[in-house]
């Protein structure tokens, strides 16, 4: 056995991978002997390659599988989802950007409906989302024609049958009314052609307008119509990443783990915004007074206010006492001139010795204070 046959991959997978087309479609394309490899046309599906094989389809070099990518697109109406239509009609791979290369559509969407279409350079992702075995459920709004009741809502969600074909449970929800339509919410879970047109017209109901809001976890939300949207790699590996095999690439991811990590930014202590800190002041040195000045960028100091730093009243400081002379001399206010509550000036005296009108000193010499209209003598020393 060789190398090859016990580390390759079967072409119709590697080619899948490649966005060529699904494993089936490869299988047919092999038996039509389509699919070269070194020159040699194959003629079984059962034949591995490396990837250091020269693939060729239809005359084309097949190039290595690219990372695997998803796009979402919002599908116009009017649109046929196939890479080539026998009557010639406009295709949404017409309408994709050339540079998101050779895609496949996950699924379809009809000629005249509408909404949410998968996109994928990955053909076995695209033949895993659309499997029902996983489970993902196909969303749409529908406006179709006539009335409905609870029976007939109750038929679709237990599953129906149309010309032999088995469809089946259905999530229904009535949204409203608008005149002779009426819009509708339908949840599938296989999601077989033109399955809601079918199930609702054998109810009564004339679908004239589909829209896919949603398939599985990825919505169409505020899309516009015509445009495609890219899916994050890790967004891709989160919702899809268990239903790929071995072989998957994320370009996002694989770039990101040859970057180096980023280091965190070096936070200073101490500097403006710090909790706990005061804010750092800085002060030029004037050559002349050899004192700190203002910074050049500083607000302009008020003159009518006087600076913190001196303490003489008389050039603008504080009425506040020095704190260096309090060291040299030190004043007992308790003591001072007989003053009854310290920190207050004594009274000033009159020419006779006797203190002026005002406040006065507590001790000898002061009148005691009488309550008016009393005839009583005052109370004091004799």
């Not at 109901?205 to 990825?218: D, Q, T």
């Not at 590996?237 to 783990?257: I, W």
């Not at 400081?317 to 040299?328: F, I, L, M, N, Q």
Request: proline residues 7%; glycine residues 12%; charged residues 35%.
């Amino acid at each position: 056995m060789t190398d090859a046959a016990e580390t390759g991959e079967r072409i119709a997978k590697y080619l899948a991978r490649a966005g060529v087309a699904s494993r089936r479609e490869v299988e047919r394309m092999i038996e039509g002997g389509r699919v070269k490899v070194d020159g040699k046309t194959l003629d079984t599906p059962a034949f591995k390659v490396t990837g250091r094989e020269t693939i060729v389809v239809d005359g084309v070099l097949v190039e290595t599988p690219e990372a695997t990518r998803l796009w979402l697109y919002h599908k116009p109406a009017g649109l046929v989802t196939t890479h080539s239509d026998p009557e010639g009609r406009e295709t949404v791979f017409d309408r994709l950007p050339k540079e998101i290369g050779r895609v496949i559509s996950i699924g379809r969407l009809d000629l005249t409906s509408e909404g949410l279409l998968l996109l994928t350079n990955d053909g076995a992702l695209a033949r895993a989302l659309e499997l029902p075995s996983t489970g993902w459920t196909r969303r749409y709004r529908a406006r179709a024609f006539g009335t409905i009741d609870n029976a007939a809502i109750a038929k679709l969600q237990a599953g129906i049958t149309v010309e032999g074909i088995k469809y089946g449970p259905m999530e229904v929800e009535v949204e409203r009314e608008t005149g002779s339509n009426i819009w509708l919410t339908i949840g599938i879970k296989e999601g077989k052609n033109r399955e809601v047109r079918r199930a609702l017209d054998a109810v009564g109901l004339r679908v004239n307008r589909l829209i896919r809001i949603a398939y599985g976890p990825f919505q169409l939300g505020q899309i516009d119509r015509g445009e495609v949207k890219s899916v994050a790699s890790r967004v891709l590996k989160d919702q899809c990443g268990h239903l790929m095999e071995d072989g998957h690439v994320f370009e996002e991811l694989a770039a990101a783990g040859s970057r180096p990590a980023k280091r965190p930014a070096k936070r200073t202590m101490g500097g403006a915004g710090q909790p706990g800190f005061p804010k750092q002041v800085q002060y030029l040195e004037d050559s002349r007074s050899r004192g700190p000045r203002a910074r050049p960028d500083s607000k302009r100091a008020d003159p009518k206010r006087g600076d913190p730093k001196r303490t003489d009243p008389k050039r603008g400081g504080p009425k506040r006492s020095d704190p260096r002379a309090a060291s040299a001399e030190t004043v007992d206010t308790k003591r001072a001139d007989g003053r009854k509550f310290p920190g207050k000036p004594p009274a000033a005296k009159a020419d006779d010795g006797k203190p002026k009108a005002g406040f006065q000193p507590a001790g000898k010499g002061r009148k005691p204070a009488t309550r008016p209209g009393s005839d009583r003598k005052p109370r004091g020393r004799s």
